[in-house]
Each structure stands twice: as structure tokens, then as C-alpha cells.
């Protein structure tokens, strides 16, 4: 195995979806279901990670659900409570996994969570997301969102990638799906063991 391509949500980085719902009650929106069904039906959760919808009309949709007036600012802050933290140990990993590994970090991700995990970043660790791979690649400015196979083949094709040395490392079931069938060498990372669990002292990949 020579490259490893990361996800980062619920693999580098925490996720809390509850914290989101409670932070958009608190922001006045208490339908939340119905909030949910008009993102899923129009398209404004696949839109805003692929940058088809902008940061500015996704905040116009979430208004149409609050009664009384809100800024942009305390709109961002409850749709980015849903992010959590990256562990230090999980940090130091990365920086020698880049040191052994060609590593790449694969995101679906929309312009306000990227510009909060970057501001993130750059205040606990003192450097750029980025600087953690030799390449990030992020949803919203490809046009693609995983699982869609031309995301994984882009990666694969820019940085003249072999797939049977590729590692990927996801959370999403239908992403590791899609990555196999490419026959990218993907490993599924379940709800209670963490990204450091997986390579020995000699930065090995235990899994397989």
C-alpha cells in the first residue's frame, strides 16, 4: 500500500448531528423535520456540497423556516455546530502518515463548514487543513459529491494513483461501496474505533 485517501467527517474530524438540531431550535427553527424534507426534496443538501447552490441561497432557505430576523453570522455558527474536534493524537498521525504514505483527503463538504474546519485548523494546530496531504480535495469546488465514481477516478487519474495501492478510508457505507467496485482497497470506519486504532507503531495499516 502506497497512498491513502482519508475522508474527514466521523474519520479525521468529530461530527455531533445533535448538536446541529439543537443549535437551529435555538435559532428558531422548530420544525426541523420539515426543514429536512424541503433541503432533501429540492436538492439544497446535494447542491451546496457540489457549490451548484451558494452560501448565500442556502441561508435564504434556511429563513423561509424562522420567524423573526436573523444573520448570516448566528446562521452559520448553528450550521456548524455540527463540527466537532481533531484530536491531537489524531493529528500527529497524519503528520507521519504524510512522511510514509502518498495521502490525499477526499471531503464532501459545503463553502461554510470548509471556511469554519479551516479557521479550525489553523487556530488549534497552526496550519492549513491542507498541509495535513499532499493534495485535499473538496466537494464543493469539484462538482461531484461522493459516492459518485467520477470523484474516486478524477483522484485517482490527477495523481496517477494505482487503486490496488490506494487505501480509503471512509465512515459511509455506499462511499466504500463505490470505491471497491473501482477497486480502491476501502476500509469502513464504524462508530467506536477511532482513525489511530489502525496502524501500528510502524505506521502499518492493521485492518487488512
Not at 493524537?89 to 507521519?96: D, P, T
Not at 465512515?171 to 489511530?196: C, S, V
Amino acid at each position: 500500500m502506497k497512498n491513502i485517501i482519508f475522508d474527514f467527517g466521523n474519520v479525521i474530524i468529530d461530527v455531533d448531528p445533535e448538536s446541529i438540531k439543537k443549535k437551529l431550535w435555538e435559532s428558531g427553527i422548530h420544525d426541523l423535520s420539515a426543514l429536512d424534507k424541503h433541503f432533501r426534496n429540492t436538492g439544497i443538501y446535494t447542491g451546496i456540497e457540489t457549490g451548484a447552490v451558494s452560501s448565500e441561497k442556502f441561508r435564504k432557505e434556511i429563513r423561509k423556516f424562522i420567524t423573526g430576523d436573523i444573520s448570516d453570522l448566528e446562521i452559520d455558527r448553528a450550521w456548524n455546530a455540527v463540527i466537532g474536534e481533531i484530536s491531537p493524537e489524531r493529528f500527529i498521525l497524519l503528520e507521519k502518515l504524510k512522511r510514509n504514505y502518498r495521502t490525499f483527503l477526499l471531503s464532501n463538504t459545503n463553502q461554510i463548514h470548509y471556511d469554519h474546519y479551516t479557521e479550525y485548523c489553523c487556530r488549534e494546530f497552526k496550519v492549513e487543513l491542507q498541509d495535513l496531504f499532499e493534495k485535499a480535495y473538496f466537494s464543493f469546488r469539484m462538482g461531484l459529491r461522493k459516492p459518485d465514481p467520477q470523484i474516486f477516478l478524477k483522484i485517482l487519474d490527477e495523481n496517477h494513483l494505482d487503486p490496488e495501492e490506494t487505501l480509503f478510508i471512509d465512515d459511509a457505507p455506499e462511499n466504500i461501496e463505490t470505491a471497491r467496485k473501482l477497486n480502491i482497497r476501502a476500509y469502513q470506519l464504524n462508530e467506536g474505533i477511532d482513525l489511530t486504532d489502525l496502524f501500528d507503531d510502524r505506521l502499518r495499516f492493521k485492518a487488512f
